[in-house]
């Protein structure tokens, strides 16, 4: 039986027509969800804890919702394949996608998404990937809502911001109000620099950051 608080919390994160099927994940798979902050390199995960014999399940807290469900079910197939084959199959492999994508199905996805995510998701749906980030119509779909929701709209700053993969290495840019310096392509991410510490991450070719022009330095 799912609390009334934790519907409360539901209700925070996941879009409304989504709530009920949601909600009765929990007790039937037995998770422990965490929302946690943004990170750069992953929307969510999975792990399971042999000791306890528990699946924890973590997803970004500042994803849309129409994001937060759609990495929520991403976890929750991984939670079924690892209790049907534990280790045996590929993360994700043929077992995972064709979970997914049946999890996926059996939500309402005409009242959940919007019309121009919609598309989008049932495309991505016919070859699930590792993650919709690198479905670009999806990509671009998603990230045009906030966390709450909204749609975000075209303002004069967002008409300032570009995409990594139009920056060149060396390029200094902002991504969440802090400073990075663009660095070399491993495989399919791109290897960034924090310009404050250092420290090194991996982004999406499609992430949208504003780039420091000359005169902004």
């Known amino acids: 039986m799912i609390r009334e608080e ?11 027509p989504s709530i009920d099927m949601v909600s009765s994940m929990f007790p039937r798979y037995g998770i422990h969800l965490e929302i946690t902050r943004t990170r750069l390199t992953r929307h969510g995960d999975f792990r399971y804890e042999p000791s306890s014999g528990k699946y924890h399940i973590t997803v970004n807290g500042s994803l849309s919702p129409y994001s937060f469900l759609l990495t929520f079910i991403h976890e929750i197939a991984h939670l079924v394949v690892h209790k049907e084959y534990k280790k045996a199959v590929k993360p994700h492999g043929s077992e995972w996608k064709a979970t997914f ?3 996926m199905l ?5 009242d959940i998404y919007p019309s121009d995510i919609l598309p989008h998701l049932l495309d991505y749906l016919k070859n699930p990937l590792a993650t919709s980030d ?26 300032d911001l570009c995409t990594i993969e139009e920056l060149q290495a060396g390029d200094k840019f902002i991504f ?7 660095g070399t392509k ?3 991410l791109y290897l960034c620099t924090l310009v404050e510490n250092g420290n090194q991450y991996l982004f999406s070719p499609l992430s949208q950051v504003k780039k420091i022009k000359h005169d902004d330095k």
Not at 135 to 144: E, I, K, T, V
């Open 6 to 16: 934790h519907l409360d919390i539901f209700r925070r994160y996941f879009p409304e």
């Open 101 to 103: 994508r049946c999890l």
């Open 106 to 110: 059996s939500l309402p996805l005409e």
């Open 134 to 159: 690198r479905h670009n119509g999806l990509h671009r779909a998603l990230n045009s809502y906030d966390s709450h929701g909204r749609k975000i709209n075209n303002t004069k700053e967002d008409n």
């Open 176 to 182: 969440r109000e802090r400073l990075y310096t663009l």
């Open 186 to 188: 491993r495989r399919r």
